[in-house]
């Protein structure tokens, strides 16, 4: 079964903390591993993918296949990385999206 | 560029009836996908159109059906709603010729459906 598991429904840090948001999946093949965004009163938007191995607003992630994880890092949270984050996976060459539940980032001063 | 949009924002519908949500993909995208969201879940997946066909169907049953125009817009058409189907509907546009990567969708800030 195709399945993303993110289990923290909410992370609270203080600013300065390095944050992690964990992704688990499930897929028979190649997935495509993503992370999305939702800002206060914003849409969702994408945030990074996978296959391009960059670092966007100091987040990074790195596929791990042998552990199916897809976890969200930063090492110096700001106060404006409060959101809601969400993690999906697709096939490869299709953008049929499977997200997780997502997790709620909540950063203090 | 307005981006993707949705009508209406809010909707009130009882039990047996039938709605119809509106998308407009950004300008430039060819392809539109429809996902339903619970409290407290993650988008889930209906279906995508492209070319004005049903391209890929996720977990609903026939209930759900929509339509894609030439003007890329599309419909989403929910009959015989139950209480189950209150949620936030997003549609998503895209495009691999007009620079979006596979996967990278951009989303419409939802119509909220209430079924009484």
């Known amino acids: 079964a195709q399945r993303v598991t993110q289990p923290e429904k909410l992370l609270s840090v203080f600013k300065g903390a390095p944050v992690e948001l964990k992704c688990n999946y499930s897929?028979?093949?190649?997935?495509?591993l993503f992370w999305y965004v939702q800002y206060s009163r914003q849409r969702l938007q994408l945030l990074l993918r996978h296959i391009s191995r960059e670092s966007i607003k100091g987040f990074t992630a790195d596929l791990n296949k042998g552990e199916t994880s897809f976890h969200l890092k930063k090492p110096f949270a700001q106060e404006e990385d409060s959101a809601m984050y969400y993690c999906a996976l697709s096939g490869q060459g299709t953008d049929k999206l499977i997200f997780g539940t997502g997790t709620r980032l909540q950063v203090f001063p | 560029d307005a981006g993707v949009t949705q009508s209406p924002t809010h909707l009130i519908k009882t039990r047996g009836q039938q709605v119809t949500l509106r998308c407009s993909p950004k300008s430039g995208h060819d392809t539109v996908s429809w996902y339903q969201q619970a409290l407290g879940q993650g988008p889930q997946f209906i279906f995508q159109y492209y070319e004005e066909e049903e391209r890929q169907r996720g977990n609903f049953p026939d209930r759900f059906s929509g339509h894609q125009f030439p003007n890329y817009s599309s419909e989403l058409n929910v009959n015989a709603l139950l209480l189950g189907d209150s949620a936030l509907y997003l549609c998503?546009?895209?495009?691999?010729?007009?620079?979006?990567?596979?996967?990278?969708?951009?989303f419409g800030e939802g119509s909220r459906l209430t079924v009484l």
């Open positions: 998503a546009s895209s495009s691999p010729i007009a620079g979006a990567s596979i996967g990278e969708l951009f």
């Open positions: 897929y028979s093949g190649s997935p495509e």
